[in-house]
Nanobody, 120 residues
Framework: VQLQASGGGLVQPGGSLKLSCGASGRFATINDMGWYRQAPGKERELVATITRGRSTNYADSVKGRFTISRDNAKDTVYLQMNSLKPEDTGVYYC???????????????WGKGTLVTVSS
């Protein structure tokens, strides 16, 4: 099972980016999916999560600016980021809670991260 994130890049303050993260491999179900980020010199922090039923949760710092969504048919989670600020700069990591075929217990899988830089 692998997660592949894409969509990062350099954007000016106030701009927008959309991140994508798709799961590949053999698995039974994907439960929660989400995004974390890690700024230089800081710990990794939660950005947003979404359940299979599409209930969402956001960090206070991104509420009203970021939107998480998912396409269960494509095993993909998205993060639409608007009104970006310099403090949103960091490496964004996607994760998914996946139950592999033949198992009963789901496990967390992580993508390698995609860099988002917000700077003028």
């Amino acid at each position: 099972v692998q997660l592949q994130a894409s969509g990062g890049g350099l954007v000016q303050p106030g701009g927008s980016l959309k991140l994508s993260c798709g799961a590949s491999g053999r698995f039974a179900t994907i439960n929660d999916m989400g995004w974390y980020r890690q700024a230089p010199g800081k710990e990794r922090e939660l950005v947003a999560t979404i359940t299979r039923g599409r209930s969402t949760n956001y960090a206070d710092s991104v509420k009203g600016r970021f939107t998480i969504s998912r396409d269960n048919a494509k095993d993909t989670v998205y993060l639409q980021m608007n009104s970006l600020k310099p403090e949103d700069t960091g490496v964004y990591y996607c994760y998914a809670d996946i139950r592999r075929l033949g198992t009963m217990t789901p496990m967390n899988y992580w993508g390698k991260g995609t860099l988002v830089t917000v700077s003028s």
